[in-house]
């Protein structure tokens, strides 16, 4: 079946980064695009960023534009999620998805396989 495993969440103070990666496993990855959301305690899962099967189209939430790149190496079945100049509000739990498709999107209907999340949390 198909996995999704995160990494790379903590504890970091606003200001800092921090890089997220999901390994991807029983679905031939280069074929999806993928996505990340995120969602904060009390609050509904919003869309982060996504990334088209090739990685050539990124598509970025407002909130986290400019300071966050979505990437992916199709060798390593890996999207990463590199996160700068974090701030108190990006403290969420992150989920990785594949999308049903070659594109990414930034509504979770367009994703069939979720990960199980990774705590992000941002001091001030």
């Given amino acids: 079946q198909v996995q999704l495993v995160e990494s790379g969440g903590g504890l970091v103070q606003a200001g800092g980064s921090l890089r ?33 099967w090739t990685g050539g189209i990124t598509t970025y939430a407002d909130s986290v534009k400019g300071r966050f790149t979505i990437s ?19 403290a969420a739990v992150y989920y ?7 594109s990414g999107s930034r509504y979770s209907s367009a994703y069939d396989y979720w990960g199980q999340g990774t705590q992000v949390t941002v001091s001030s």
């Fill in 96 to 102: 990785c998805a594949v999308a049903k498709g070659y």
């Fill in 20 to 52: 997220l990666a999901c390994v991807v496993s029983g679905r031939t990855f280069s074929n999806y695009g993928m996505g990340w959301f995120r969602q904060a305690p009390g609050k509904e899962r919003e869309f982060v960023s996504a990334i088209s």
């Fill in 72 to 90: 992916r190496d199709n060798a390593k079945n890996t999207v990463y999620l590199q996160m700068n100049s974090l701030k108190p509000e990006d």
